[in-house]
């Protein structure tokens, strides 16, 4: 595991291989080790990076004044990849929607392909009911302090890996607790979460963000999952159609977490979409 240091804080990443870069971008309450079974069969010849978000499951808390609205994310991104000196980077995002708001908000420079996986697009900002219910506790004082002291007792913690909208499985475990417990017990990383989930947007920005992504000029691969509940099966269709070159896969058997329901049949074709582009 790395650190590196940027403007809004630090962010912990682990990267393997050399060659053209891959940047990977997990969702809420998730870290880089969603990635690890899709990485590790992918193949050489790529530099493979892989950050943790301040999405709830970080370890390390932004700085105080970071700006954690849906631009300040996207930004966020940008940083990361000019700090590495990473340029025609390849984007795997999978549940967060970043790459639309990058290309919307002018970050969107350093990319050269995108892989969009069941991930936020058009007016599903924060995604579904579950990601609204969550946006709603978050500006409720007192609620989310409330919800890391529940989420101390580890019944309350099996029983949500065991109900987790984004998975059509149970998490395993270690993963369960590795991504629970910061938030569990990080007033700090509450209060990442908190600014995130309490950014104000308008349609009109919605619309702005949905429209960019006509204007990239680099292939894009839409990955959407058959059995997702919070991310419309229609968006996935829509969205590959939106971007100038850009090519549906739909997965069965899977929720918004393909990375976790079929990481086989995810690594096979981002390996396609790599070695076609």
Same mark, same amino acid.
């Given at each position: ?97 970043? =790459?639309? +708001?990058?290309? !919307?908000? @002018?970050?969107?420079?350093?990319? #050269?392909?995108?892989? $969009?996986?069941?991930?936020? %697009? &058009? ?96 292939? =894009?691969? +839409?990955?959407? !999952?058959? @059995?997702?509940?919070?991310?419309? #099966?229609?968006?996935? $269709?829509?969205?590959?159609? %939106? &971007? ?34």
């Amino acid at each position: 595991m790395k650190v590196i240091e940027l403007p809004a804080g630090p962010i912990e990443y682990v990267e393997s291989g050399e060659g053209a870069p891959v940047v990977f971008l997990h969702g809420a309450m998730k870290d880089a080790a969603v990635w690890d079974r899709v990485v590790a069969q992918l193949p050489t010849g790529f530099r493979y990076i892989r950050p943790t978000w301040p999405l709830g499951s970080h370890r390390l808390p932004m700085r105080q004044d970071a700006d954690l609205t849906v631009r300040g994310l996207a930004a966020l991104v940008d940083d990361f990849c000019a700090s590495l000196d990473l340029d025609r980077v390849t984007l795997v995002q999978n549940h967060w929607g970043a =790459a639309q +708001v990058m290309l !919307a908000e @002018g970050y969107g420079k350093r990319l #050269r392909a995108i892989v $969009a996986c069941a991930c936020e %697009a &058009f007016d599903n900002y924060p995604p579904g009911a579950a990601g609204r219910a969550f946006s709603r506790a978050a500006r409720v004082p007192g609620a989310f302090a409330a919800m890391g002291w529940v989420t101390r007792r580890a019944a309350v913690r099996r029983m949500l890996a065991g109900n987790d909208a984004t998975s059509l499985r149970p998490i395993p475990a270690e993963l369960s607790e590795r991504w629970q417990l910061p938030f569990a017990t990080e007033a700090e990383v509450r209060r990442d979460v908190r600014k995130i989930l309490s950014d104000d947007y308008s349609r009109d920005q919605l619309e702005r963000w949905a429209a960019a992504v006509a204007g990239f000029d680099g292939p =894009a691969l +839409v990955v959407w !999952a058959v @059995g997702d509940k919070l991310m419309p #099966r229609d968006h996935g $269709a829509r969205l590959a159609a %939106a &971007f100038g070159d850009g090519e549906l896969v739909e997965i069965a058997d899977s929720a918004t977490c393909i990375p976790l329901d079929q990481p086989r049949r995810l690594a096979i074709e981002i390996a396609r979409f790599l070695a076609a582009h």
